[in-house]
């Protein structure tokens, strides 16, 4: 089992910015891929970045090109998602969530969420 515990949410204004942290328990070692995912009210949860766990290669929708990092520290088993320009668009509740798999839909374990709130 992999646990993971969302923090960095909160309220901010229009053009600023927010750290999201996903810290993973033990067992990381099963972990093929880590991922940030969004939902919106109404709206249907959408993959926002993912990562590597060994590499590190990247993946961005493409409204958050540009505008958030996905980044990691395996040695702390953390991900962050650093977010920058933040628009009201961007609000929803984030979730980090790992994949065991290679296959690239696939995410086996999730966290609890963070809310982040953009004002205009």
């Known amino acids: 089992q992999v646990q993971l515990v969302e923090s960095g949410g909160g309220l901010v204004q229009a053009g600023g910015s927010l750290r999201l942290t996903c810290a993973a328990s033990?067992?990381?070692?099963?972990?093929?891929?880590m991922g940030w995912f969004r939902q919106a009210p109404g709206k249907e949860r959408e993959l926002v970045a993912n990562?590597?766990?060994?590499?590190?290669?990247?993946n961005y929708r493409g409204s958050v090109k540009g505008r958030f990092t996905i980044s990691k520290d395996n040695a702390k088993n953390t991900v962050f998602l650093q977010m920058d320009s933040l628009n009201p668009e961007d609000t929803a509740v984030y979730y980090c969530?790992?994949?065991?798999?290679?296959?690239?839909?696939?995410?086996?374990?999730w966290g609890q969420g963070t809310q982040v709130t953009v004002s205009s």
């Open positions: 990562i590597m766990w060994i590499g590190g290669s990247t």
């Open positions: 033990t067992r990381t070692s099963s972990i093929f891929r």
């Open positions: 969530a790992a994949s065991t798999t290679a296959a690239p839909l696939r995410y086996d374990y």
